[in-house]
């Protein structure tokens, strides 16, 4: 079983090398992580999958993640740990509903992309460019260095935001393998989740080259479940994470994930969960 690891800040940045051995256990979190890859080559474990790293690579981690890294080459790692409550603080100062809505599509869902995020040179130096200031920032404070630290990390989510929603492109849809499809499929409806036009059969089908009479046959054969559940769970695990981490009432978390009241969100997630949202982690 994966060991799980805490932190007691809201973001926090840590940077080692590790020459032989990564020094730490296959594991999960409880927070999400940029993991910078500063030097170095070896290769990656996340869930499933294992793919090669070397510098110049950032990898996204949920707490629904387990990883661990083997090393190949002595590797320095910069590492942004950071929880959900920093996310929704940033997200709240924006009057921008399409960017909030976007990153939280993004930010709350499981791993399906192994690989680096990073789809090219510009945004690989701008996101490495944020990591050291925001490190920086970290270690030296100054006034206002909240401010800055949270403006700083606000950018970095959008182009992870755009990099992590161009991930299943570089192969044309239509010759993705069956596995690849599904998994580009759930992943365009977690980041479109909060959309209600976006995640309507026709326009899945019309984006992933299916029937509009097969979506649903087709992701409740490979996946085991219908699309509209799916996006329900997607909702619920959403939820989750809200009512772990925020300070979000039951009703307003209810209207931020699209729900018709809070009567109807409580319904929906103690179906799910067994439980009332009230009572959720108690």
Same mark, same amino acid.
């Given at each position: ?78 590492? &942004? ?36 995020? =990073? ?60 596995? +690849? ?6 992943? *365009? ?14 326009? &899945?089908?019309?984006?992933? *080259? ?7 046959? *087709? ?30 009432? =039951?009703?307003? =978390? ?6 018709? +009241? ?21």
């Amino acid at each position: 079983m994966a060991k799980r690891f805490y932190i007691t800040k809201d973001i926090d940045v840590l940077e080692f090398e590790a020459v032989n051995d990564w020094g730490y256990p296959r594991h999960k979190h409880h927070f999400f992580e940029l993991t910078f890859v500063l030097k170095g080559n070896g290769q990656h474990l996340l869930n499933e999958s294992i793919v090669d790293y070397k510098a110049g690579d950032l990898f996204f981690l949920t707490p629904k993640d387990e990883h661990e890294f083997v090393i190949s080459e002595p590797t320095t790692f910069g590492i &942004i740990k950071f929880t959900e409550q920093l996310f929704i603080e940033k997200a709240s100062f924006t009057t921008s509903t399409y960017w909030r809505k976007n990153l939280e599509s993004v930010i709350f869902h499981s791993n399906v992309i192994a690989k680096s995020v =990073i789809r090219n040179e510009m945004d690989r130096k701008q996101l490495y460019g944020l990591y050291y200031l925001i490190r920086d920032e970290l270690e030296n404070p100054e006034t206002y260095g909240r401010n800055v630290i949270t403006e700083l990390f606000g950018a970095i989510l959008i182009v992870l935001s755009r990099n992590l929603k161009t991930s299943f492109k570089d192969k044309p849809v239509q010759n993705l393998s069956h596995t +690849d499809r599904v998994e580009a499929i759930l992943a *365009y409806v977690r980041q479109n989740v909060l959309k209600k036009d976006r995640v309507k059969v026709k326009v &899945i089908a019309e984006n992933f *080259y299916l029937s509009p009479n097969y979506v649903g046959i *087709y992701i409740k054969k490979h996946l085991g479940i219908s699309l509209q559940q799916y996006i329900v769970e997607t909702k619920v695990k959403m939820a989750e994470s809200l009512l772990k981490q925020s300070n979000l009432s =039951i009703k307003e =978390i209810a209207n931020k994930l699209g729900f018709t +009241d809070a009567a109807h969100f409580n319904r929906i997630f103690r179906k799910y969960t067994g439980k009332a949202p009230s009572e959720y982690g108690a």
